[in-house]
Nanobody, 119 residues
Framework: QTQLVESGGGLVQPGGSLRLSCTAS????????VGWFRQTPGKEREGVSC????????VYADSVKGRFTISRDNAKNTVYLQMNSLKPEDTAVYYC????????????WGQGTQVTVSS
């Protein structure tokens, strides 16, 4: 069974840190471009960061540059999102997405993990 599972969310105070994990089963995550997205009620899902499947190049939204870091651990079939200096406006449900485009397109989403930044 192919699936993505996020973990690592929770409640943290402003200025704190969390590390989100996105673990794949049933497929090799290293072959996929993986992105982290977030969504709050009443708003569209927005892209936070992604890591390429070709050269592990990374992209970040302006709102998280310098605070968040995306990385892979191929041995664990996992992509991480290290979030530092968290702000209340980072509060959202965070989702990971894995995409492989070729003759066929493979597109997987996780179920989401809640991140709440509050004092």
């Amino acid at each position: 069974q192919t699936q993505l599972v996020e973990s690592g969310g929770g409640l943290v105070q402003p200025g704190g840190s969390l590390r989100l994990s996105c673990t794949a089963s049933g497929f090799t995550l290293n072959y996929f471009t993986v992105g982290w997205f977030r969504q709050t009620p009443g708003k569209e899902r927005e892209g936070v960061s992604c890591i390429s499947n070709s050269d592990d190049s990374t992209v970040y939204a302006d709102s998280v540059k310098g605070r968040f870091t995306i990385s892979r651990d191929n041995a664990k079939n996992t992509v991480y999102l290290q979030m530092n200096s968290l702000k209340p406006e980072d509060t959202a449900v965070y989702y990971c997405n894995a995409v492989l485009s070729g003759f066929w397109v493979y597109d997987y989403w996780g179920q989401g993990t809640q991140v709440t930044v509050s004092s």
